[in-house]
């Protein structure tokens, strides 16, 4: 179980991570869409940042920051983006200036995209830095292709 102290929600139900570097930078990511919407670095400048318009109550993606687009990039067969800013990730480790998401097949995500995969995204804060990773697995037998993009 992950450390919760830094998980919080929105007025709006939708739960976040704040993440603090001893440095001072910091950085909120969102469970909803497993999107950074903020990062500001040491000195105090603001990288990233959401639309005012933007919806943060789940209703659609949260507009800004950096989206994933994932299992597809723009138009195709399944809806525009994929599905992976649609849905809730999974705080799978909590640290003060970094998490792990985690976003396995759900029955919303087999609807549009039948293949066994796990996918984890990490976002860790340096003093002016925030460093992202995404790792998708294959955990079933039969190989497959995607796409995989941070939309800003």
Not at 117 to 129: I, K, N, S
């Amino acid at each position: 179980m992950p450390n919760t102290d830094s998980l919080k929600k929105n007025a709006d139900g939708l739960e976040y991570v704040s993440l603090r570097h001893p440095s001072g930078s910091l950085a909120e990511v969102y469970c909803f869409g497993g999107v950074p919407t903020r990062f500001q670095d040491a000195g105090g400048t603001e990288w990233l940042t959401i639309r005012k318009d933007s919806k943060l109550d789940g209703s659609k993606p949260i507009s800004g920051g950096m989206a994933h687009c994932f299992p597809q990039f723009g138009p195709g067969v399944l809806q525009q983006h994929g599905f992976a800013r649609n849905v809730d990730w999974e705080v799978a480790k909590l640290g003060e200036s970094s998490v792990t998401l985690k976003l396995k097949p759900s029955a919303y995500s087999k609807g549009m995209w039948d293949k066994p995969f796990a996918a984890t995204f990490t976002v860790a804060l340096t003093d002016y830095d925030l460093e992202t990773k995404l790792v998708v697995d294959n955990t079933g037998d039969v190989p497959f292709d995607f796409q995989a993009a941070l939309h800003r």
